[in-house]
């Protein structure tokens, strides 16, 4: 279906290859109905490198390998998951079969995830949705692109980075319709996705739910590093960032186009600091794939309860650890739902006058 909304505007025909072209990336569709490769097959797969072989991929002002040049290779699956050895690093069967269980738990989850491509090494999926406006004109809301392994992840300003295995890498599409812009400005689709990931990661299963998962707001996630150590007061606890948001925004035939990329330290082995080291003992297993599927349920039930009737809150006052804002949600009615939220307003450190006051004696 999806394929066939590209026909008309972005698919050629070139010796017998369906070339999806992007402004900035040339993609070569391929069907595969079944679920193993042969030689062949991996053998086409393999970029032309022909007449430049051994030659250095050029560097853009950033000093990042300019890939672009280089044709992307998209295989749909229509009939078929693809088989564990074709993608070992990400199951698709665990992934739908998650995506299913935490839909019937989201009342209003019913359509992110859906749709998923999947890359293994990848530039940045965020970039490769952005860099290609024609491409993503035609993606619905809650398409979803993961990866396994970022070679050029993107974070605030001009920061590049390699994101290696063991990572939750993905951006995902958000169509707001700009007649909502008035009442619900697109700027609070980051501000209620990063509340609705932090949500998931404490709601993912058994032994998750103590887990001290905060907000530096708007946009990075941090969790106490002495989660295992409820006997020490908030205000002596250290915490570690373990995950970032970044959306960027742009416009389509009355829509904004929102690509929301997400990056969470899910698994990843030491020196990192990962969701892994904060679990107790007896904590349900930690995977990659579920967690993808959680967070996506999660963000979609509160995206669109946002565009149906917009969150309403009430201030409570300020917390006694960090001085952030503590809100409550109401309903309809203006009666607190007993759902609570603490939100910084600005970007400093959670202590921002620590080492900076000391009491007089």
């Not at 690093?89 to 491509?117: C, M, P, V």
């Not at 980075?161 to 990572?167: E, H, K, Q």
């Amino acid at each position: 279906e999806l394929l066939r909304a590209w026909q008309d505007d972005v698919i050629d025909r070139e010796n017998g290859q369906d070339l999806l072209r992007g402004e900035n990336d040339t993609f070569r569709v391929r069907s595969k109905e079944r679920g193993s490769w042969n030689l062949k097959d991996l053998r086409e797969a393999l970029p032309d490198t022909g007449a430049a072989a051994g030659a250095a991929p050029e560097l853009d002002a950033h000093g990042v390998p300019d890939y672009k040049s280089v044709t992307k290779d998209i295989v749909a699956h229509e009939k078929q998951l693809p088989d564990e050895k074709l993608t070992p690093r990400f199951h698709h069967k665990l992934f739908y079969s998650s995506l299913q269980q935490f839909q019937t738990i989201e009342s209003d989850a019913r359509e992110w995830g859906n749709t998923l491509l999947y890359g293994d090494v990848v530039t940045s999926t965020n970039v490769l949705l952005e860099k290609n406006p024609k491409l993503i004109a035609k993606l619905p809301s809650g398409f979803t692109f993961a990866a396994s392994t970022q070679l050029a992840g993107r974070g605030r300003g001009t920061n590049v980075w390699v994101a290696p295995p063991g990572s939750l890498l993905f951006s995902v599409i958000i169509n707001h319709p700009a007649n909502l812009a008035a009442s619900r400005p697109v700027v609070f689709v980051q501000y209620i996705a990063a509340i609705a990931a932090v949500e998931a990661i404490r709601s993912y299963g058994r032994g998750y739910e103590n887990l001290q998962v905060k907000l530096k707001w708007p946009n990075d996630i941090f969790c106490s590093q002495d989660a295992l150590d409820p006997s020490k007061p908030a205000s002596e606890k250290s915490y570690a960032k373990i995950g970032g948001i970044l959306s960027q925004c742009g416009y389509y035939d009355g829509n904004y186009q929102i690509i929301l990329g997400i990056g969470i330290n899910a698994v990843n082995p030491r020196p990192t600091t990962s969701i892994s080291d904060m679990l107790g003992e007896g904590a349900a297993p930690l995977r990659l794939e579920t967690l993808l599927a959680r967070i996506l349920t999660r963000i979609e039930a509160e995206i669109t309860l946002e565009a149906e009737a917009g969150t309403r809150a009430r201030v409570l006052g300020i917390t006694r650890d960090w001085g952030m804002l503590r809100v409550e949600e109401t309903d309809r009615d203006g009666r607190g739902t007993g759902r609570l939220w603490s939100l910084q307003s600005d970007e400093n450190s959670f202590d921002y006058w620590k080492g900076l006051v000391r009491r007089r004696d």
